[in-house]
């Protein structure tokens, strides 16, 4: 069965400090991995996906980066964190294909003083 | 463009009342439908999803119809109990466009006992 994990849980961090968040998919290969960002009480945000590893599409880049390093990982990353960075990071994948539904993982809190 | 809405922010319901979740959407292309179920400090769990027209998709007692006619695919539940509060999510993904998932802003549900 395919697992996916995100870390850290969660993250305190001062605004212009810099930032990296992961993800892991575990039991299947070259899957469609995405990050997606929820503000406290809103809706999902989708910010990146990736089909392949070294091959990362921007959707709403919030002064944000990601890469692909390897098949199974995503990293989401900035240099300088905003207040308006605050909120929950997800990382979801799913098979290609229209019909394929993104699986979410436990996703990271961010707050950002 | 492609959009789902979701009018209800909030519904409030008593246990063994009956739920129904507003969602429309808005596409020229062919979309997959899904429901996402989040519960409170938890990534969203896929609850049911449809590809064809006319068809139903069912799971824990939720159904939803995608109704090509009126463009709409509504959340229904007979009888919600108190372990069904959460905040509820329609999603579309559109063919041709298929790395982008579009979420309504969501509904939180809460059930009282």
């Known amino acids: 069965a395919q697992t996916i994990h995100q870390w850290p849980v969660a993250e305190i961090k001062a605004v212009g400090s810099p930032l990296s968040l992961g993800c892991t998919i575990k039991?299947?290969?070259?899957?469609?991995l995405y990050w997606y960002w929820q503000a406290t009480g809103g809706t999902l945000q989708q910010l990146f996906y990736s089909i392949t590893v070294g091959q990362v599409e921007s959707v709403v880049q919030l002064n944000l980066s990601a890469s692909r390093p390897k098949d199974d990982q995503f990293i989401l990353s900035t240099e300088k964190l905003l207040l308006s960075h605050s909120g929950f990071y997800l990382c979801?994948?799913?098979?290609?294909?229209?019909?394929?539904?993104?699986?979410f993982g436990e996703g990271t809190r961010l707050s950002v003083l | 463009g492609d959009s789902v809405i979701q009018m209800q922010g909030q519904v409030t319901l008593s246990e063994n009342d009956f739920l129904f979740i507003n969602c429309t959407y808005s596409t020229t292309g062919y979309p997959t439908l899904f429901w996402y179920v989040q519960y409170s400090g938890e990534g969203p769990q896929l609850l049911l999803q449809v590809t064809t027209a006319n068809n139903k998709g069912s799971s824990r007692g939720f159904e939803a119809t995608y109704d090509k006619g009126t463009t709409s695919f509504h959340l229904q539940k007979t009888s919600v109990q108190e372990i069904d509060s959460a905040v509820y999510y329609c999603a579309m993904r559109v063919r041709n466009s298929n790395n982008r998932i579009f979420f309504g802003d969501g509904t939180q549900l809460v059930v009282k006992p």
């Open positions: 979801a994948w799913s098979t290609t294909g229209v019909n394929q539904a993104p699986l």
């Open positions: 039991g299947k290969s070259s899957p469609n």
